[in-house]
């Protein structure tokens, strides 16, 4: 099981950014999905979360509105559309998935088994 983030950058406030997660060794269609950050000082929280076989998402509170999780399984990819971002997003992004975890709200919640490499995204003022 491997995930690969990818699609930070550099962005000013108000922008837009869209991060990509390929995976392999398993389908989107059963195991929970997510998104996750870090940032500097901060302990990581989950940000949004999406059960594969049955499409529920979840999203933290701070990004509800302006952010969306998506995927396309002929693709193998699991996407966040980030919109109107803020400095305080400024974090690095890693996706992450348990496969004993169907639920979105309990992986993002708890702790993911397998994680992907982070990708920066920093939001300048």
């Known amino acids: 099981v491997q995930l690969q983030a990818s699609g930070g950058g550099l962005v000013q406030a108000g922008g837009s950014l869209r991060l990509s997660c390929v995976v392999s060794g398993f389908t989107l269609n059963r195991p929970a999905v997510g998104w996750f950050r870090q940032a500097p000082g901060k302990e990581r929280e989950g940000v949004s979360c999406?059960?594969?076989?049955?499409?529920?998402?979840h999203y933290a509170d701070a990004v509800k509105g302006r952010f969306t999780i998506s995927r396309d399984t002929s693709k193998n990819t699991v996407y966040l559309q980030m919109r109107n971002l803020s400095p305080e997003d400024t974090a690095v992004y890693y996706c992450?998935?348990?496969?004993?975890?169907?639920?979105?709200?309990?992986?993002?919640?708890?702790?993911?088994?397998?994680w992907g490499a982070g990708t920066q995204v920093t939001v300048s003022s």
């Open positions: 999406l059960s594969t076989w049955n499409d529920i998402t």
């Open positions: 992450a998935t348990d496969l004993g975890h169907s639920s979105s709200y309990a992986l993002c919640n708890g702790r993911p088994s397998t």
